[in-house]
């Protein structure tokens, strides 16, 4: 079973676009504080970007891992 994925020109790509969303506020924390500032109705002192979405994978063989969130 083969899967297919369509790749979307960037020039289409809108902020309901995961990688989009995460690349614009990440890159400009001005930006997102007035951002979530405006969709919140509050006032943002300081953003903090503690680790971006990633994937883990497993196999058969790997071991069990803990992932401790600071």
Same mark, same amino acid.
């Given at each position: 079973?083969?899967?297919?994925?369509?790749?979307?020109?960037?020039? &289409?790509?809108?902020?309901?676009?995961?990688?989009? !969303?995460?690349?614009?506020?990440?890159?400009?924390?001005?930006?997102? @504080?007035?951002?979530?500032?405006?969709?919140?109705?509050?006032?943002? &002192?300081?953003?903090?970007?503690?680790?971006?979405? !990633?994937?883990?994978?497993?196999?058969?063989?790997?071991?069990?891992? @803990?992932?401790?969130?600071?």
């Amino acid at each position: 079973m083969s899967t297919q994925t369509t790749i979307t020109p960037w020039e &289409e790509v809108t902020l309901s676009n995961n990688y989009m !969303f995460n690349k614009v506020m990440t890159s400009n924390p001005d930006l997102c @504080r007035r951002f979530i500032e405006h969709l919140l109705h509050i006032k943002i &002192e300081k953003i903090d970007f503690p680790i971006g979405e !990633f994937t883990l994978e497993a196999d058969a063989e790997s071991r069990g891992v @803990r992932l401790k969130q600071k």
